[in-house]
């Protein structure tokens, strides 16, 4: 697991089965605007090679943003520049991880919405299609992973009228076929699993969810903030006819605040 502090001033990659921890040290000063992910690149000869990509936006002498990214390598302790990555769109929510890359939802109002992949083998960004065309910012996606074989999105379609007195809305989870380790495969969706929730009575502020298929079930964790000074969780198990909280704790907001539920597979990977 990749670990920062409330500063952002040190990285920490923790192996919890074994817990062996080490710590990173920058190449710059770490940024407050700044992306996170730990992945690893796979070869014939040397099995899986554990990489973190780091991406931030820094103002140069023109006072122009710029951004960059960077790789810090676990096997020879040392960060690189990535001199060429056609990164032209902004990255959404807390990206997700599957054998050994991640994804996000990026994009915006001009070009429309997609799922970017950051592979950690090639070390280059890959642009891959939701489930369905997403031109606006009127849709509220999720991301996750099924049973680390598959991806998964949350849609609500948050178009309508917030005022209205009709707010009941449908929440739809795709879900793709099998992620291969082949890149030249083509990402394909489908979707059985549709429910209709009335938003009056139930938060729709969804920060990640993890996914039941065969008995299609979900777990959903969202989080409240109240004038920046509470921060509340919810988390809800919904299925076919069923929408039920089954738990609510709040905390004073801090810059850490946001909910999550993962998967976790244990690994004996020495790190």
């Not at 089965?17 to 920058?26: H, L, P, V, W, Y």
């Not at 676990?74 to 001199?83: A, E, H, M, P, T």
Request: proline fraction near 3%; aromatic fraction near 14%; glycine fraction near 4%.
């Amino acid at each position: 697991m990749l670990c920062s502090e409330l500063g952002n001033d040190r990285l920490v990659v923790w192996n919890p089965c074994t817990g062996q921890t080490r710590n990173i040290k920058a190449r710059t000063s770490f940024q407050t605007n700044q992306t996170y992910a730990l992945g690893y690149s796979t070869s014939s000869s040397s099995g899986h090679s554990y990489k973190i990509l780091r991406y931030f936006d820094y103002r140069n002498d023109q006072e122009v943003w710029v951004p960059q990214c960077e790789i810090y390598d676990l096997s020879s302790d040392s960060w690189r520049v990535l001199d060429s990555f056609p990164l032209e769109y902004i990255m959404f929510l807390d990206g997700i991880s599957l054998k050994g890359d991640t994804y996000w939802v990026a994009g915006h109002n001009e070009s429309g919405y997609f799922m970017m992949k950051f592979d950690f083998t090639t070390e280059r960004f890959v642009r891959l299609p939701l489930p369905i065309p997403i031109e606006r910012l009127v849709h509220r996606f999720v991301l996750s992973v099924v049973r680390d074989e598959k991806l998964a999105v949350l849609l609500i379609d948050d178009s309508s009228d917030y005022l209205s007195y009709d707010r009941s809305e449908a929440m739809r989870i795709w879900v793709s076929n099998k992620i291969s380790e082949d890149a030249n495969k083509d990402l394909s969706w489908r979707s059985d699993f549709v429910l209709e929730v009335d938003f009056d009575n139930y938060s729709k502020n969804f920060r990640s969810f993890l996914l039941d298929e065969e008995n299609k079930v979900a777990i959903l964790c969202c989080g409240i903030e109240f004038v920046g000074e509470y921060y509340t969780t919810i988390i809800y198990i919904i299925g076919e006819d069923m929408l039920k909280e089954v738990y609510t704790g709040t905390i004073t907001a801090s810059r850490s605040h946001s909910p999550l539920v993962i998967t976790y597979l244990p690994s004996l990977v020495r790190i």
